[in-house]
């Protein structure tokens, strides 16, 4: 049944409002945390491209039937689904490579209840497809797997502080890297080109401003993509961005167009210059979650297992960042900002299919 339809989608977050970091497998404060695929509220990141063929059979509804799609990949690990209370209906899902076409093995079936998919591996990422046969589903989550720490919890080992910088960083007793002052920046050893990364942290201020900087230009100072760290939004969407569109076969830019945003100054979650977080997911003096998934031109990521952002960077390659689309290996950063800086940073986690 599924073999003959087209499957490519990965996993994204969707919500629209404040939820708490969820714990891995383990409730551990090292193990990965969980990302919502879905949850009930809205569908922002998937598409129904087989109603173009008919056949959905006019299903449009997640988690009501019909086959979905998405354009995020992701490694090891498993799903968790939650169905509406007696519920008895399967959900499928199967592997799809990139070039669209779907293999025949599935990940795993999961029928009725609250339940635990099989752990899946293989060799880097692939995109999932997915098939809800009519089940109603109330949730569906990820939990990845096999992650990488790039603390080693006792000091800054593998990593680098840019010199002839003002930040200070420090590892505490605690178990956290702390930055105060700035502007400065530090570095990972290790490189990394396609990669799901997570890494918890805490502002010890309001609307402190930092940032993770990755496939950044090793030795050079803030030079790479920054997935930004601003937990400042409006009530109202007053503030204006512009976008640029570029073609995904030419790579030209096409045009620019405003969006309007909650978000000050592009907010948590945001890859910034690039396209604002389009919701809060994080609070000040709380410690929150931050995803990132880079997977050749398409970035994206999630805030306390909410998704905030889904881009693709069409620009044409440029080994800067800030020029255009940077598909080589490069180093994690970690930003000191300006002398208001304090901010801490725990559990830096990789999951990586790269160098």
């Known amino acids: ?19 708490k970091p969820i714990a891995g497998d383990d409730g551990n404060a090292d193990s990965a945390r969980a990302i ?46 939650f169905f509406e209370e007696g519920e008895k ?15 025949s093995d599935a990940i795993c079936e999961v029928v009725g209840g609250s339940q635990w998919s099989n752990e ?48 200070d960083y420090k590892w505490q007793s605690e178990g956290w890297l702390s930055v105060k002052n700035g502007p400065g920046d530090i570095h990972s050893e290790q490189t990394f080109d396609n990669f799901l990364a997570q890494v918890e942290v805490r502002t010890n201020g309001k609307h402190l401003n930092s940032g993770i900087f ?8 803030w030079m790479g993509y920054e997935a930004q760290v601003r937990n400042q939004f409006n009530d109202k969407p007053d503030q204006k961005y512009s976008i640029e569109i570029y073609d ?17 100054d592009y907010g948590t979650g945001a890859i910034y210059r690039r396209v604002p977080a389009r919701i809060q997911a994080s609070k000040d003096n709380e410690w929150f979650t931050m ?13 306390n297992g909410i998704q905030v952002t889904d881009w693709t960077d069409n620009r044409p390659a440029n080994d800067n960042p800030r020029q ?32």
């Open 214 to 221: 990755f496939r950044g230009i090793p030795g050079q100072y």
């Open 1 to 19: 049944m599924a073999k003959k339809i087209l499957f490519v989608f990965g996993f994204l977050l969707l919500a629209s409002g404040l939820v």
């Open 291 to 303: 995803t990132i998934s880079a997977q050749n031109r398409h970035i994206s990521t999630w805030v």
């Open 324 to 355: 255009g689309f940077r598909s080589a290996p490069g180093v994690f950063s970690i930003q000191g900002h300006d002398p208001t800086t304090d901010i801490d940073f725990r559990n830096f986690r990789v999951q990586s299919n790269g160098k």
């Open 36 to 81: 919502v695929l879905w949850d009930g509220k809205d569908t922002f990141g998937w598409s129904l491209p087989a109603l173009k063929s008919g056949n959905n059979s006019g299903q449009t509804l997640f988690g009501r039937g019909g086959v979905w799609e998405h354009g995020t990949k992701f490694g090891p690990g498993k799903i968790r689904v």
């Open 120 to 167: 899946w591996e293989g060799e880097g990422v692939f995109r999932l497809g997915f098939e809800s046969a009519g089940a109603k589903v109330k949730s569906v989550e990820y939990h990845p797997s096999q992650m990488k720490p790039l603390f080693n919890g006792k000091d800054l080992s593998g990593w680098k502080v840019f010199p002839g910088k003002k930040s």
């Open 248 to 264: 995904p076969k030419s790579n030209k830019l096409e045009s620019k167009k405003d969006v309007f945003a909650n978000a000050v």
């Open 89 to 103: 209906a399967a959900l499928h899902f199967y592997r799809s490579s990139d070039d669209g076409k779907v293999k």
